[in-house]
């Protein structure tokens, strides 16, 4: 990897070291500065700014300096958000110094996306992907576009995209009671995902008003009920790979 | 006569089950029934003033040439069997090793810690192969999180060397024996440890006459030689000072020392001498365990807390590589001066006491759902909190200078019961940094800090005034006993 590429510079909000949150094994998290939606429930609102005034450039060196220290505790790195794909050439980058490392091209590279990037995206991180996990916000474009402020014809296309590479590691749900969780839109949104992959894993996170902004503080947080409810639409519609977390 | 015998004993499990026991009534096994029922047999006459139960070491290398050709069921029935039944025979807590594979054996032991659940008191240790990945780490994470009381630990644990005058733990590899420096105690190939507990080890054949704790911050206590003031060091400023370190190694630590071994000497003494358990035991008469294979320990307290008050500086130093290393500094001082202390009944590591790390290293790491922030006020950003294998690979160098056991407890994230290859990476990591053993928790109490799931974040700063509100955390508790 030439130098010029490992002096490149992202926007990077914060790292979380160890995660068991965001993708197999323990892993290091880069979250990313930016993003084109505007959720009403976003959990890191301070993430959506592309270029906030107090946040410095980081190097890909440094970051794969750090990530060296963490390798022998880690199966993988992912880079989140904001949204990761944002930043393309940064994480394309990134994945590139971390294949080349001695010390960390063991570790499989994640990307955690909303979705919503052009092709010509995916084609430039899928050599050196490992695996893609989609934040799906509504299956349903208008129910997209009242949570997330834009249309999802990207995010499908992207999630068509990926699955046919084999690089669409999961598809998440963030479901939020009386907006995007009817048992229709769930057993629907299954069908739709399951033709992509008879296989794929889908992890439903239950919303939780958690550091969101005051538009998204009276939305409702699914109970146990809910939950159980979830697990059984998906389950019956044919998921076989679910996860979710309450 | 009024002494209880030794502190602990490590009985050769394989020498009985091979040659049989006059005392016991039984001759040498041929099956796995007759071996389990000759263990049970054993474990109901050890002696009843031990502070652990019976020690058995590998129970794979004890009982896999007996499982062998022997239906699976069976296997799997006759030891979850004798593994629960254990609970109930004997007087204390049963410990043994699996691994380095996946065996018959081993997984019967952890199919019956996990169906036997919390009630049960037995240790297992599983040693895996950092080479091999035969799902012995995996079925032995399955089983931590179930019982949270299984401890992965190197096979390096198994021996202890003598290095530069003091007992250690071979680092890297089993190379360092016949490394310059590497020489053994009595020209044997190294000292054969057992674990008889959390972070505790004694000499395989033979035993621990006494053990005593020296608290490097605590009161210690009157008797002995010196007489030195009280170390009076407070936490203060946020610089570190090396003025503190110096006096501590050189004029508190000799005293400090001095008294512990002191009273160990005095245990050893009492143990041995006012007892008859080396005439009389049946143990001992055939040749189950053997004198010169006993040692005394001594268990330091207190590491990071006295590394921190000498250079001076509060618990929420941003400093952790200087009281690492100082921490380093204080044990290698500790290791000094007990070298240079002979020790009667102590044939086994040549005279010398063995360290142990009790508790309060400090360095210990925490897989913690606070971990995760966000810059939401800028100007009041903490500085992060420590990362979870920081305190790991700070505690490894630390504890390969504990021959007689040190451990290592990392809690771990709630969300790691959906994901436990995360545990698994975070033990794994553990062990090839160095460290010799580990054992981990799922964290049951997160206090306010929301579980993690993907894109949620805790507040540091709120995170940061709970913790000064709230009580210290356990890692810097001094005192606390693995």
């Known amino acids: 990897m030439n130098v010029a590429r490992q002096e490149l510079t992202g926007l990077v909000t914060d790292i979380v ?8 094994g323990n892993r290091y998290v880069v979250f990313l500065q930016g993003c084109q939606f505007d959720c009403l429930a976003c959990h890191n609102p301070c993430t959506i700014p592309e270029h906030p005034p107090w946040l410095a450039p980081t190097t890909v060196t440094d970051l794969v300096a750090d990530i060296r220290g963490a390798a022998p505790f880690l199966s993988g790195v992912t ?3 904001g949204e990761a794909t944002g930043q393309a050439d940064f994480v394309r980058a990134l994945f590139d110094a971390l294949a080349a490392d001695p010390e960390t091209q063991t570790l499989t590279r994640f990307v955690d996306s909303n979705g919503d990037a052009d092709p010509g995206v995916w084609d430039l ?29 990207r995010v499908l296309a992207g999630c068509r995209k990926l699955a046919a590479s084999g690089l669409l590691y999961e598809v998440r749900l963030l479901l939020i009671p009386g907006l995007n969780d009817a048992d229709e839109v769930l057993a629907e949104t299954a069908r739709w995902l399951l033709e992509l992959d008879p296989h794929l894993r889908v992890r439903v996170n239950a919303y939780r008003a958690t550091g969101v902004r005051p538009c ?4 409702l947080e699914p109970g146990p009920d809910e939950l159980a409810r979830y697990r059984r639409i998906l389950m019956d519609s044919g998921v076989t790979r679910l996860t979710l977390v309450g | ?63 896999l040439p007996l499982a062998t050709g022997v239906d699976p069921d069976v296997v799997d029935a006759e030891i979850g069997s004798f593994w629960q039944e254990l609970d109930h025979l004997a007087a204390g807590s049963a410990t043994a090793v699996v691994g380095p594979e996946l065996t018959p054996v081993s997984e019967a032991l952890l ?37 949270g009381r299984i401890h992965l630990a190197d096979g390096r644990r198994d021996l202890a060397v003598v290095r530069g005058g003091s007992l250690a733990v071979p680092g890297g590899s089993l190379a360092a024996l016949s490394a310059p420096g590497g020489e053994v105690p009595g020209g044997h190939q190294g000292l054969r440890l057992v674990p008889v507990g959390c972070g505790r080890s004694v000499p395989a054949g033979g035993g ?24 009076d060091g407070a936490p203060s400023a946020r610089v570190p000072s090396e003025s503190g370190l110096r006096p501590y190694l050189e004029s508190v630590l000799p005293v400090r020392v001095g008294r512990a071994l002191y009273r160990l000497r005095l245990l050893v003494r009492d143990r041995v001498e006012g007892s008859t358990f080396f005439e009389d035991s049946w143990l001992v008469r055939e040749g189950l365990v053997h004198r010169d294979r006993f040692t005394a320990v001594l268990e330091l307290a207190g590491v990071a807390e006295a590394a921190r008050r000498a ?24 290791a000094e001066l007990v070298a240079a202390e002979s020790l009667p009944y102590c044939d086994g590591t040549a005279g010398r006491a063995m360290l142990r790390g009790a508790a309060g290293t400090g360095l210990g790491a925490v897989f913690d759902p606070a971990d995760r922030s966000v810059p939401v006020d800028p100007g009041r950003l903490e500085p992060p909190p420590p990362r979870p294998y920081e305190g790991l690979r700070a505690a490894a160098p630390l504890s390969a200078m504990f021959p007689a056991g040190i451990c290592e407890q990392v809690s771990l994230d709630p969300a790691v019961v959906e994901n436990p290859r995360a545990a698994e990476d975070l033990l794994r990591g553990a062990l090839r940094v160095g460290v010799p053993e580990v054992a981990a928790s799922v964290a049951v109490d997160a206090g306010p800090v929301t579980p993690r799931v993907t894109g949620f974040y805790a507040r540091r700063r709120d995170v940061v005034a709970l913790r000064e509100a709230a009580a210290r955390k356990v890692e810097e508790i001094l005192g606390r006993r693995g």
């Not at chain 1, 070291?17 to 197999?24: N, R």
């Not at chain 2, 009630?119 to 780490?137: K, N, Q």
């Not at chain 2, 250079?311 to 500790?334: F, K």
Request: proline letters at 7%; a negative charge; aromatic letters at 4%.
């Open chain 1, 17 to 24: 070291a160890c995660s068991a949150v965001d993708g197999p």
């Open chain 1, 79 to 81: 880079v989140t958000g």
């Open chain 1, 125 to 153: 991180l899928a050599p050196v992907t490992d695996g893609v996990m989609v934040d799906l916000k509504a299956l349903d474009p208008q129910m997209h576009l009242v949570l997330t402020g834009a249309d999802n014809a």
């Open chain 1, 216 to 219: 998204g503080r009276d939305l």
């Open chain 2, 1 to 63: 006569m009024s002494s209880i015998g030794p502190w602990s004993l490590a009985p050769e499990y394989a020498r009985l089950v091979k040659r049989g026991s006059n005392h016991l009534q039984f001759p040498g096994v041929t099956t796995l029934t007759q071996a389990l029922r000759a263990l049970r047999a054993a474990v109901v006459a050890l002696p009843s003033g031990l502070n652990h139960g019976p020690a058995f070491g590998s129970l794979d290398a004890l009982l």
């Open chain 2, 111 to 147: 199919r019956a810690e996990r169906e036997h659940g919390r009630t049960s008191e037995a240790l297992l240790f599983v040693r895996p192969d950092p080479g091999r990945d035969d799902g012995l780490i995996q079925e032995a994470v399955h089983t931590l999180l179930a019982t």
């Open chain 2, 208 to 231: 621990v006459h006494a053990v005593t704790v020296l608290d490097l911050v605590g009161t210690s206590g009157g008797l002995g030689p010196g007489g030195a003031p009280e170390y």
């Open chain 2, 311 to 334: 250079l001076g500086v509060d618990t929420a130093s941003p400093e952790p590589e200087l009281i690492a290393e100082a921490a380093l500094r204080i044990t290698d001082r500790v």
